[in-house]
């Protein structure tokens, strides 16, 4: 069936170093992608979105990737933090539709001090 | 400015108890959102209100209710708690969709164990 998948469950990086969390999805009308980074025992935290007419989006030490000729969506975290651990989860709306939120199963970071 | 706020933080019940989650949010958004999240899972969403008076159905509602008491508050209710309903439930809230977007802004969540 379709859904927003990751390629790697767990991902471990030393501090300093750069940090890339990839997401593949397979529905091609999907038009909008959100990350979100959840530390242990919070709720999801908004961390950057990007539209299917986009290619690229940069935030604070964060570059969103859109390839959507491969259906593949990367999350960049330049010079990771002891901070930045945390699960990070990529989620799709497909066509536009309130409520039509798809999170993928995350994917979880590690930094190594 | 608390965001969006959920109570209880945890809850343990017993097999056919009912109970009631509540969720708050003071950041005037129109739409609220209840999902689960499962150990090594994402989020599924069980209901959502685009509005105050609206709600409909998400992925997997089966064994829930939901009330959208008024703007701010957004409840979802078990009427007789399962085992399988043991999960994270978290509450979200959005601005309304704007071009297709949908930044929604979670609760810190209520974790449920049924026995």
């Known amino acids: 069936g379709e859904s927003v998948g990751l390629h790697l469950p767990t991902l471990s990086v030393q501090e300093g170093d750069n940090s890339i969390i990839n997401c593949a999805y397979s529905n091609s009308a999907s038009d909008y992608f959100i990350w979100y980074k959840q530390e242990s025992g919070k709720g999801p935290q908004f961390i950057i979105d990007i539209r299917s007419n986009m290619d690229k989006r940069q935030g604070q030490r964060v570059t969103v990737l859109l390839n959507k000729t491969v259906k593949h969506l990367s999350l960049q975290i330049a010079a990771t933090q002891p901070g930045d651990s945390a699960v990070y989860f990529c989620?799709?709306?497909?066509?536009?539709?309130?409520?039509?939120?798809?999170f993928g199963k995350g994917t979880k970071l590690s930094v190594k001090p | 400015n608390a965001g969006v706020t959920q109570t209880p933080k945890f809850q343990v019940l017993k097999t056919g108890q009912s109970m009631t989650l509540q969720c708050a949010q003071d950041m005037n958004h129109n739409s609220m959102y209840w999902y689960r999240q499962d150990p090594g899972m994402g989020l599924r969403l069980i209901y959502y209100s685009a509005s105050e008076g609206t709600t409909d159905k998400g992925e997997v509602p089966n064994g829930y209710n939901v009330s959208r008491l008024n703007k701010r508050e957004f409840s979802l209710r078990l009427e007789s708690a399962a085992p399988s309903q043991t999960s994270v439930y978290f509450c979200?809230?959005?601005?309304?969709?704007?071009?297709?977007?949908?930044?929604?802004?979670f609760g810190p969540g209520t974790r449920l164990t049924v026995l």
């Open positions: 989620a799709e709306i497909r066509g536009g539709s309130q409520g039509n939120l798809i």
């Open positions: 979200a809230s959005s601005d309304p969709p704007r071009e297709g977007t949908d930044t929604q802004y």
